[in-house]
């Protein structure tokens, strides 16, 4: 697997405002052009930076495999999500990065990231394949015990005839042990 993120240059860019992200990757207060921001590196390693955080959570407990999560074999719903999710992990590292970062504006980004960020650990969030019809169950089913009734308990008493006596010692009515 070549790629080292979900998300493009461009794909940042069409979901946050290209003069907001100029300002952030420039560290000598110029702005970055709209034209060469796709190619530019702090967004470029920014986004790598929230690859990294994906996969770290997606290949935890053996989910996935790094096959899996290479982009020719997964869903248009899933790589969607993984974009969205790689390029909201991008601004906030690109934020800190100028220490930009709010922690009251920006702490619902964070919050929302962290959550998809765990539900992919923990197997709450599923992504489909390329090939895939339906999502597999991310938990295991397990079979109840059958309750037996007392009449036709798999007991030796109740299997051998003429052996022990006919009626069982108690049945739950406050009758006697022994018949006299």
Do not use: H, W
């Not at 248009?76 to 009251?104: Q, T």
């Amino acid at each position: 697997m070549t790629t080292t993120s979900f998300a493009t240059g461009d794909d940042f860019l069409s979901r946050y405002d290209a003069r907001l992200i100029g300002d952030l990757v420039r560290d000598d207060g110029t702005q970055e052009s709209a034209a060469s921001l796709p190619n530019n590196e702090n967004l470029l390693a920014a986004l790598s930076d929230g690859y990294g955080q994906i996969v770290s959570a997606v290949v935890y407990g053996n989910r996935y495999t790094l096959a899996q999560l290479d982009p020719a074999n997964l869903s248009v719903m899933a790589l969607s999500v993984l974009r969205r999710l790689n390029c909201d992990l991008a601004l906030i590292f690109i934020k800190r990065r100028r220490g930009k970062f709010d922690a009251e504006k920006d702490a619902q980004l964070l919050k929302e990231t962290q959550l998809q960020l765990k539900d992919l650990k923990s197997g709450e969030s599923m992504l489909l394949g390329a090939l895939d019809a339906n999502a597999q169950a991310s938990t295991i089913g397990m079979a109840q015990p059958e309750l037996i009734p007392i009449e036709k308990r798999n007991t030796i008493r109740f299997n051998t005839r003429n052996y022990y006596p006919t009626q069982y010692p108690y049945n739950g009515k406050r009758q006697q042990y022994t018949q006299e």
